[in-house]
């Protein structure tokens, strides 16, 4: 069994945390979330599932990008998009 059960959930706002911490400050955010029950590993996993890689924080670092979780325009799953006008996720992109 797994005692995964004290863990809290992330919600669309830790995420949209995360997606910040990442992109700005990362030490604050994981400090700001141990306080919360989170631990480092959790938040590491959670940026990876979010879409938060090493690739996509370097093209992040370039330009003046508004990064946060918005609705795919062809599926309506949500997903890490880089600006207003990146409204297509990876998947639905693909499949173009
Ligand atoms: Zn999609």
Redesign the pocket.
């Known amino acids: 069994m797994s005692s995964h059960s004290s863990a809290p959930s992330f919600t669309s706002s830790i995420d949209g945390w995360i997606i910040k911490g990442f992109l700005d400050d990362r030490s604050a955010i994981f400090k700001k979330l141990s306080t919360l029950g989170f631990t480092r590993n959790a938040i590491i996993d959670r940026a990876r599932e979010l879409g938060l890689s090493d690739q996509f924080i370097k093209k992040c670092s370039v330009g003046n990008h508004d990064v946060a979780m918005r609705a795919?325009l062809?599926?309506n799953?949500r997903?890490l998009s880089m600006g207003v006008g990146n409204r297509?996720?990876p998947?639905?992109r693909n499949r173009r």
């Open positions: 795919c062809g599926c799953e997903f297509l996720c998947r639905c």
